[in-house]
């Protein structure tokens, strides 16, 4: 097996809300291995951002630790990029503005990061939008934006907080087929997060249920089918009934 | 669409031409009010013509007014906003500047730009000084809200982003914070502009030699209503002028926010 980027051990978080602690974590024991495509699949809506945070470093854990790359993880920093739900681009830059932000805070020379930029705005499809804004984009081509300029930042980790979960169905399936090539075309390693099980399917070396709040692993399934997977494919369905039954109903 | 648009202009211009009209048909052909009361429109132009370069009753031509007020109102409001926008920043961005400044800019707040002209008249005497600082306490105040509401209105998840590509405070308030918060500090700017204008007119009619609130006060003494409509058209224009050039800077810095949709 190949090398563990992250290693998260006994995770904890409990919030403290004016209305008393609330728990979010439960006890998560994960490992995450250098260029795997990791899916956190759960329902609702509490728990599986919380990880993302803690992963990351927004949010500090209350109990047990989380390390990438074996380095313990106490804030935010340039090796975990992050791919937001929505409207996380900055609305004042263009496509290429936004891409190269990251180069740019770390204080790459400009030659160097317009190229790196231009290289990822490609690999996304977005030639020849170098310098429209955002709100001239589509949900889906934003959301590209925001995975180029995760890539662009050249982490160790990408995380993706439902990226795609404000997409419409048919543009879903498509940012979901093209995050394919691109993982394809350059492997990271990408902790995705979805409440989609077809998405979860498609996309995952690994597919990590969780259950909801407090969040805990309930299950974890490896996903050995060849790609490009299709949705409708006998395995393909076979194993979405199985991981339906796995997850709670609750809402 | 297009063509629509080019149309659309006429509104604009047959409501002033109307308003006028009115003005002319009452004063001019009905003779509603004597001249002395209310001129109308030929006799106001005739005396704008005039007092373009006569400086007869009140000592100083039109452009010599207008030149004496815009000094004023331009060198306050520069004041104001050079000083306004970084304090609105600074208050919004660091938490111990909120703190500090927060009590005394809430006490100042309320205060009309106006009520600080008796004081100022006691401190300063009638010359330049109290009304430029009068215009700068009144621009002040919005340029100082704008920007701090402004600042406050940028979002966690920018915030974020900017974290995990490792952007220090400052470089998040340069980057992230300030570009948020730039279409709402132009505001700021063009109402302190207005503001600053206003005030300036008000602060001569109370106390001034020179200016055009200075000569719409004279005029008044003397009965001369075609002078008073000439400096109300002046300030009027001007103020239109001013807004209409700040939105034109305003559409040339703030970038894809407006077009929202």
Redesign the interface.
Known sequence: MSKEIIVCKNMDKTFETSRGAVHVIEDVTLNVHENELLVLFGPGQCGKSTMINCM???EPVTEGSVEVNGKKVI????D???V?QR??L?????VMGNVE??PK??GVPKKERRERAQHYIELVGLKGFENS????LSGGMQQRVGIA?AYC?EPDVLFMDEPFGHLDAQTRYLMQEDLMKIWEKEKRTIVFVTNNIEEAIYLADRIIVMTNCPTKIKKEYKIDLPRPRNYVDEEFLKLREEISTVVDKAL | MKKQKSYIWILSILSVIGFVGIWWFCCDVLKLTSSSTLPGPVTVIKTFIAKLSSSAPDGATLPQHIGSSLKIALGGWALGVVIGTPLGICMAWYKKVDLFARPIFDLLRPVPGLAWIPLMIILFGIGITPKIVTVFLSAFVPCVLNSYTGIRQT?D??L????????SDT?MLL??AI??A?PMIMTGIRVALGAAWTCIVAAEMLASTKGLGYMIQQARGIYRPDIIICGMIAIGAIGAVFSGILSLIENKI????R???
């Open positions: 990351s470093g927004l804030k935010p920093g340039p975990r990029g992050v937001y409207m996380a900055f609305p004042w830059l263009t932000y990251g805070m770390r804004y955002p709100n001239q300029r930042n | 979002k998840v920018h974020w982003v900017g974290q995990t590509f490792g952007a470089q980057n992230i570009p948020t730039l703030v970038k894809g926010v077009r929202d949709g």
